[in-house]
Structures are given as structure tokens and as C-alpha cells.
């Protein structure tokens, strides 16, 4: 029997690690052609986990041709050539050797936890679709996606976002850049559209891709700049209102007060509200957004289940005013649903059973641990005397203002000699600003655990400390 310590703590779930084990077994040759492999029971006892996590790992395995199946007999492995295994060992051996990893805390923002997904509860539910709804699966899917799972998204926005929507308000599309693409395609590509500044980079892109004219929106400690909103001229604006990204603003009501009253001014006036990480909010009560505040319909509200679920799960949606749902039909009702059939109707099971809400608070309880964790070595420790952290009450990073002498490029590059990656703050500007701030980094920590977030704070301070 296998010898393999499995990681509980790793973010790699455990039916990657095994698979990844068994597949390098096979390839090294430790597991010889035509072996027969211990049946799934037996394995799930020895290893002391679910026999769904050794199905799904041996599928994998079979998907891609290292092993087959034989009724009645077992699994047992596909003959693979002695050259192909020399040439695996080979390969591997050189790339080890060519391409050393530098890079040993790389504090990303846009890393999701993934082990901590509920791959048993999702493949169970996957079998109850593909059981009790196999013929569904092979419909067209409206475009505005399965109703089951507007349905789903409409109760979930009502009860924890404070939103009264109908499920003909929701549209389903395979993430919110393609999503802000048809909102572009629906209110004209001429209009004057205003993007954060700074702000995630994509989001520029997408609006410059799609538009004739877009404007930079200086930001202040409430956020978006509804000064400098009117003195561009401009009639839709992309704001983050319940966590900027990168500064980690959390826009105060009387900001979204008088965004709303902007855009009531004029007929044409709308507000994207982008709300990429609302779930995670660490700190009081979650503040309303903007679409709830909205009595005039000015507000198409944006958001997208992988932050919350997984960087794969590519399924986002946007909620419409009614009364851009009769011109979404006639002008952009010809497009299809981008979003698997199979991926909704489980979605939609997902939440309808109550594994959702379960998630978000469980992930929620991770990352605040996390973000303490990384907040209390930083003030704590020797990094104390001369960092600054903001940007602490809700999502996944953080800002950390250096006061060591050190410019942005000095702070990057000190960091990477230690091992560790930050990003600058400048990296995030779409638009040149007079006063740029030259020593402040942005940290993402949910994509390391507690102890690697302490370790890489430990290499901070090596790299700062002169």
C-alpha cells in the first residue's frame, strides 16, 4: 500500500494531492505497467479519507490515460513506454535544475483558498443533476441563464445584501468581464464612461476595448471623486463601493448618497456597482449598496461567485433596473447564456441546500484570521516603527505604507532578495496622477496560510530594516 502523507492544512485539495502523487508514481515508473492498484475502499480506509475523494482522483487518472478500469477486477495501470519514462525523469530533472523558484511568499490579491472547498458536497450534487436532470442538460439555456439559479441568486441578494430584485433582473454570464462588456454593448459605446483611478487594471482595459471615451476618477478618503465625476462630463461610472480595490476604501453612505444623486440628474446617467468581494467584511455590519439606496433605477450592480468559491468557477451576474431589462431583450437577447448548464443547475442546488451560506462564513472566519494574523506580526513586530497597514475591514489585501527612505522600486526589489513579492501601488494607476504615492505596497494574504504569512513578514523585515 501507498506511503503518503496527505496535507489537510494545504490548499491543494486532497484528491489533487493524490492524484498528483499517483500520476508521478506511474510516470517514475515506482508503479509498473499493468499494476493493479488498491481498490477504492481499501485506499479511503488506509489513507483515512472519502472513498469520493480516491473515485475523483482515480478518475482523473483515467481521464488522462494513466490507468483503466475493468469491470468486476479493479483499477490497474496503462502501459506506458520505458522511453516515455526515461524522457519524464529527464525532463524533470532539467527543469528543476533551469528553472529555480526565487519567489518563496509571492502575497498575491487574487488568490482564492481552495482546499478548504466542499469537493464532496459539490461532486454529490453534480451526480443529483446529472441524475434528476440529465434531459435539462441538453436544452438551450436562456440567455439570461437557468431560472432556477436566478431564483437562488434573487433570495440570496434579498436576505444578505438588503437587495429586492426579481429573477428577471439577473443575468448570468462567465464572469464580470464579460458581463461589463455587454453593459457597455447596452447603454452605447459613445457615452463617457469614468473607471477608478487607481483601480484593477482590467477593468481600464475593458472599457477602452468597448468605448470611445473613458475618464480617470481621482479617489479621496470616501472613494470615488463626485467632483471630478461632473467636471469630465461623464455619464456612467464603474465604482467599487464596498471595497475599493487597491486602497480598500469602504465608501461611506453620504459618498453613495451623492453618487445616486448624480446620476438622478440626468435620464442617461447610470452607475455600474462592481461588488467583487461584498462577502467579506470583517469589521460592523455590511453596508447597503448602492442598488438597495436605489429609488430611481440608476444602478446595474455587478457581482461574481469566484472569489467566493474558486478562480475557475467562472460564473458572474449582473442585476439590471426593469427598466433596462426590456432593452436588454430586444438588443442583446440574440446572445447566449456563456455559463455550462451543468455548472448553473449545481450552483443553484449549492445555494438552494444552504452549503453556500455555510462557505462564505466559514471562509470568512479564515480570512480574518489570516488578516490578523498578518496584521499583529506587522504592528507587533520590528516592521511596527514604520509601516502603516490600512485597508483592514473587508477583503482579501492589504496597503502597507513604508516610512524607511525607500522608494516603491527599492521596497519590490529588497523584497524579492528575500524571497517575497509585493506589488507597488503604482502598478494599479491606469491614468498618471501629479502626487503618486512611492512607498506603498499592496499585500494579498489569503492565498498563504498563517504560518507562511508569518514567515514572509519575518522576510519583510530582513528586506526594510536597514
Request: proline share 4%; with cysteine.
Amino acid at each position: 500500500m501507498f506511503t503518503l502523507n496527505l496535507d489537510t492544512s494545504s490548499k491543494t485539495p486532497l484528491y489533487m494531492q493524490l492524484y498528483s502523487y499517483l500520476r508521478e508514481e506511474i510516470k517514475s515508473g515506482n508503479i509498473k505497467n499493468g499494476e493493479r492498484l488498491p481498490s477504492k475502499r481499501a485506499l479511503s480506509a488506509h489513507l483515512k479519507i472519502s472513498m469520493i475523494t480516491v473515485e475523483t482522483a482515480y478518475a482523473q487518472l483515467m481521464a488522462e490515460g494513466y490507468i483503466t478500469s475493468k469491470p468486476g477486477s479493479g483499477f490497474y495501470v496503462e502501459c506506458l513506454s520505458e522511453e516515455y519514462i526515461f524522457d519524464n525523469k529527464t525532463q524533470e530533472t532539467e527543469k528543476a535544475f533551469d528553472e529555480p523558484s526565487e519567489i518563496i511568499y509571492d502575497f498575491r490579491t487574487n488568490r482564492v483558498d481552495t482546499s478548504v472547498f466542499p469537493f464532496s458536497t459539490w461532486a454529490k450534487l453534480s451526480r443529483e443533476v446529472l441524475s434528476e436532470r440529465s434531459a435539462d442538460l441538453l436544452n438551450a439555456c436562456p440567455p439570461q441563464g437557468i431560472l432556477s439559479l436566478r431564483v437562488r441568486i434573487a433570495e440570496y441578494l434579498k436576505e444578505f445584501r438588503g437587495m429586492a430584485v426579481d429573477p428577471e433582473q439577473i443575468v448570468i454570464g462567465a464572469g464580470s468581464e464579460y458581463l461589463t462588456g455587454l453593459i457597455i454593448q447596452l447603454l452605447g459605446r459613445d457615452n463617457a464612461y469614468g473607471v477608478e483611478n487607481p483601480g484593477y487594471s482590467k477593468i481600464y482595459n475593458i472599457f477602452s476595448a468597448h468605448a470611445s471615451r473613458v475618464f480617470p476618477i481621482p479617489m479621496d478618503e470616501k472613494g470615488a471623486s463626485a467632483d471630478a465625476i461632473s467636471g469630465f462630463g461623464i455619464n456612467v461610472l464603474h465604482v467599487t463601493p464596498s471595497h475599493h480595490f487597491p486602497l480598500g476604501i469602504v465608501m461611506p453612505v453620504s459618498r453613495r448618497l451623492e453618487l445616486l444623486r448624480w446620476a438622478d440628474f440626468k435620464e442617461d446617467r447610470y452607475i455600474i456597482e462592481d461588488d467583487y468581494d461584498g462577502e467579506f467584511r470583517y469589521a460592523g455590519r455590511p453596508i447597503p449598496t448602492l442598488q438597495s439606496m436605489d429609488v430611481h433605477e440608476k444602478v446595474i450592480y455587478i457581482s461574481t461567485f469566484t472569489k467566493s468559491l474558486a478562480p475557475s468557477m467562472r460564473i458572474s451576474y449582473m442585476v439590471l433596473p426593469r427598466s433596462l431589462c426590456r432593452r436588454f431583450t430586444v438588443r442583446l437577447g440574440f446572445y447566449s447564456c456563456t455559463v455550462p448548464v451543468f455548472e448553473q443547475l449545481t450552483l443553484a442546488k449549492f445555494m438552494e441546500k444552504g452549503h453556500y451560506d455555510r462557505h462564505i462564513n466559514r471562509m470568512k472566519k479564515i480570512y480574518r484570521q489570516r488578516r490578523d494574523v498578518l496584521c499583529k506580526k506587522i504592528s507587533e513586530g520590528r516592521l511596527g516603527d514604520f509601516v502603516k497597514v490600512s485597508g483592514c475591514d473587508a477583503g482579501m489585501h492589504l496597503l502597507l505604507t513604508v516610512e524607511n527612505g525607500m522608494n516603491q522600486s527599492e521596497l519590490l526589489s529588497s523584497a524579492a532578495r528575500e524571497g517575497v513579492k509585493v506589488y507597488g501601488l503604482s502598478e494599479y494607476y491606469s491614468f498618471p496622477v501629479s502626487a503618486l504615492q512611492e512607498n506603498t505596497v499592496v499585500v494579498g494574504f489569503s492565498g498563504l496560510n498563517t504560518q507562511q504569512l508569518i514567515r514572509g513578514a519575518e522576510a519583510l523585515e530582513r528586506a526594510w530594516i536597514r
